[in-house]
């Protein structure tokens, strides 16, 4: 039997990557920093982090690493440990460090629809590193690139999740100028998951995999059907980038969270979360799933910083 190690088994991607991994045959090693912090109910064998304590030793045995370790924005708030883009790529470069010294044979690291190494935005250019990094490596690797994730729950996926709640707790909501021309193609996790391990069973040398879903809507696109799938329509405004951006700090302020980055919408308005000319993996339409959810979708704040806590 093949060992596969995984980091964030016990996050989202991550753990639906195990799953698919356990149904496929093969031995899974969970890494992560996480293991007195979250519950492990599919009892996973869990190993520290290789930066951390104890980890120096996580990967021996793995023939395979999957990698989705990131952190979403960079922070240094009150009740929790400060994390940021700077420190998630030093730790990755060193788990691609472990992952060769350990005699790694493949290696699938998620990245992010149009990295970048000349961006201002540190996740953009992190990533884009991070991907130049693996390469050099030599190790045989796949490269994954979602824009955005969604499924299996309402509560975990974040950014849709949380546009419902918008539209069941605002009298209206915007778009960063019209909404018009950028665009998002949301994965549902379980194809990413299904993705991730064809590409851990793969033999090729160096892949790259635009990790799109089906549908691609546009900003404005998405509020929309959102508010038809959940009954709830509400004016959509354009607005400027900054007032959107001070809107998403007060709510965040509101619910304990950082709701949205400055970032992140200048990513969004790039069109960073969308690709041309491929031919979508993501099979599962994010419409369906939306109706099939919509009795819960946006009824809670889902909070990325109550993830971590
Ligand atoms: N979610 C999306 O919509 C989306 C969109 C585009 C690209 N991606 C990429 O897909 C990959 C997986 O995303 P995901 O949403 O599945 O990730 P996730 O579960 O939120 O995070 C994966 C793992 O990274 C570690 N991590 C996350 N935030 C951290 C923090 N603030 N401090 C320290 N460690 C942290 C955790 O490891 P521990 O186990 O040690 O806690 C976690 O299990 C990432 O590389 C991301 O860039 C995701």
Known sequence: ?????????????????????????WRVIGLTDSASRLPNPLEFELRPMPWSKGGETSLLSADVLVNTYWVRFSYNGRGHAAFSHRSAVENTLRLFAAAKEAGVQRIIHTSITHPDPTSPLPYFSGKARLEQALTGTGLPHSILRPAVLFGESPAESILINNMAWCLRHLPCVGTFGRGENYRLQPIHVRDFAQLAMDEAENAAQHCIVEAVGAE???????????????????????????????????????????????????????DRLAVDGVSAPGKRSLLDWAAEHAADLGQCYASELQRRR
């Open 1 to 25: 039997m093949k060992t596969i190690a995984i980091t964030g088994v016990l996050g989202y991607s991550g753990r639906y990557i195990a799953q698919e991994a356990l149904q496929r045959g």
């Open 216 to 270: 691609t809507y546009t900003f404005r696109g998405l509020w929309k059907m959102l508010a038809d799938s959940i009954g709830k329509h509400r004016p959509i405004l354009p607005v400027p980038a900054w007032t959107g951006l001070l809107v998403a700090r007060v709510l965040g302020a509101l619910v304990g969270d950082v709701m949205l980055t400055r970032d992140e919408i200048t990513g969004l308005c790039e």
